[in-house]
């Protein structure tokens, strides 16, 4: 069995920071790309940023500048480094990650539970 174990949110002002991690966890052979997605009420979820195994990281537009991602391989974990937040951040963000179980045939997209961020004005 494999499960993201989300940490990080919280409620901060505008122009504060936040750093986000994802653990992943299990009967895991492998991780390729892993990433961060949120979503705000009433909207679609959106992706943030990912990552592949080997380190290149892909940004909306928007987030390019404030948000920085990375990743631990040996401790299958990926972050999410938030800076000068707006109020308009403000959702769930989910970790995502392409992962090949133990004994497993091909790669699965696991999520994890949300964590919540929200930001005041």
């Known amino acids: 069995q494999v499960r993201l174990a989300e940490s990080g949110g919280g409620l901060v002002q505008a122009g504060g920071s936040l750093r986000l991690s994802c653990a992943a966890s299990g009967r895991i052979e492998s991780i390729s790309d892993m990433g961060w997605y949120r979503q705000a009420p009433g909207k679609e979820r959106e992706l943030v940023a990912r990552?592949?195994?080997?380190?290149?990281?892909t940004y909306v537009d928007s987030e390019k500048g404030r948000f920085t991602i990375s990743r631990d391989n040996a401790k299958n974990t990926v972050y999410l480094q938030m800076n000068s937040l707006k109020p308009e951040d403000t959702a769930t963000y989910y970790c995502?990650?392409?992962?090949?179980?133990?004994?497993?045939?091909?790669?699965?997209?696991?999520w994890g539970q949300g964590t919540q961020v929200t930001v005041s004005s």
């Open positions: 990552i592949t195994s080997g380190g290149t990281a």
């Open positions: 995502n990650a392409q992962i090949f179980p133990l004994q497993g045939t091909y790669f699965v997209p696991y």
